[in-house]
């Protein structure tokens, strides 16, 4: 089982240029945390993937190990692990995050 779950977070991860795993929904989050990172992806005015980990219990208890990363949100660009809620936060303030996401809207759209 735990095989399979891997197998669709990496598939999840790869199918989609911007996903944010989070607590509840971009419409609803269920945590400040998850509110937050959704707040400055919004605010980059792209369109970004979301799965719903307290819904999805077995992605919940088993991305961290895959990511090596403890907490929520995760936030994954072009396959890659940005961080969770301070380092997206961070990016945002600093001007880095919304070139970073418009990249892989872009990369996606030439596809």
């Not at 779950?5 to 990496?10: D, N, P």
């Not at 605010?43 to 970004?48: G, H, W």
Request: net charge negative; hydrophobic share 40%; aromatic share 6%.
């Amino acid at each position: 089982m735990t095989e399979d779950i891997a197998t669709a977070i990496k598939e999840q991860i790869a199918n989609n240029p911007i996903l944010l795993y989070m607590k509840g929904s971009p419409n609803a989050p269920q945590c400040g945390f998850s509110a937050r990172t959704v707040q400055c992806l919004m605010e980059c005015n792209q369109r970004f993937s979301f799965v719903d980990i307290l819904t999805n219990p077995a992605i919940r208890q088993t991305l961290p190990a895959i990511a090596n990363w403890p907490t929520f949100p995760q936030l994954y660009v072009n396959g890659e692990l940005v961080g969770g809620c301070d380092i997206v936060s961070e990016m945002h303030a600093q001007g880095e995050l919304k070139p970073l996401l418009e990249s892989a809207s872009e990369d996606q759209n030439s596809l």
